[in-house]
């Protein structure tokens, strides 16, 4: 099982549609596939049509004993199963804190499942506190969105320094530009300047397109309900960049 984390800790550069279209890209190419929304907004969760609430007694993130399988849910598509979130996802920081070996609690979890599971993908909210550090703990890989400006790029140096300080494989932080304005001629000096600082960054990249913006009221992912779209393949190119540098016996490297 390969644990992806779609993570920033800056918001609004695309987190959830990113990870939304990889888990569903992923699945549609026959890969037994779980999508765990961590972010208290329950975006992905809404995407998916679930309703945005975890049986009391089967939350399995923060109570031991309590498998997170009980809280699975499947969606409309083939291989494809979602862990939803709701608003008590805001406390989970503060509910591991409570733990013993805090900043593995996530991985805990992930590793009690017994589905066999083939890809994991972690929506993730824009945070650098203990939940952060469970998500570098459980994730074999980071996919990182990051948008063509000097902020979202000094944002992925600030990551990138962070984990070096926790010993994460660089090889294991695979960034890509996603909301790229096509026609931003600063965009595209930003872009070509990181591409030179940053030899990790991917390279296709997710322009911003309204097509995406559309996710929000269809309520399906791009290649769902606009296969044929430019967007679409956008997200397919990207997904088969990441496949090409993921080792499929990957799991999370044990961290103390």
């Known amino acids: 099982m390969i644990t ?11 987190k959830t549609t990113t990870a939304v279209n990889l ?10 596939t779980l999508i765990c929304d961590l972010d208290p907004q329950s975006a992905t969760t809404f995407f998916f049509r679930v309703k945005p609430k975890l049986k009391k007694k089967a939350r399995g993130l923060v109570q031991t004993g309590d498998p997170i399988e009980r809280s699975i849910k499947g969606t409309d598509y083939d291989n494809l199963d979602l862990l939803p979130a709701d608003f008590t996802h805001r406390n989970l920081d503060i509910n591991f804190d409570k733990l ?20 994991v993908f972690l929506d993730c909210p824009p945070t650098i ?4 550090e469970n998500i570098f703990n459980a994730a074999a890989y980071l996919v990182v969105p990051v948008t063509p400006t000097t902020l979202a790029v000094r944002t992925l140096e600030q990551l990138l320094d962070f984990l070096d300080q926790r010993d994460f494989d660089p090889a294991r932080v695979l960034p890509f530009f996603s909301m790229v304005d096509l026609r931003d001629r600063w965009q595209k000096r930003t872009a070509a300047a990181a591409y030179r600082q940053f030899a990790g960054l991917l390279r296709h990249p997710v322009p911003y397109l309204p097509v995406v913006e559309q996710m929000s009221a ?7 309900f606009a296969p044929n779209s430019p967007a679409a393949d956008y997200y397919r190119q990207l997904w088969q960049e990441i496949q090409n540098h993921i080792n499929p016996s990957e799991t999370a490297p044990a961290r103390s």
């Open 129 to 132: 506190n203990i939940l952060a």
């Open 4 to 14: 992806l984390a779609v993570y920033s800790n800056k918001g609004g550069v695309g």
């Open 218 to 224: 269809q309520r399906e992912p791009v290649a769902a």
């Open 100 to 119: 013993s070996r805090p900043r593995f609690q996530l991985h805990k979890a992930l590793a009690s499942l017994t589905t066999g599971y083939d890809l």
């Open 23 to 32: 888990a569903y890209l992923a699945a549609q190419g026959g890969a037994s």
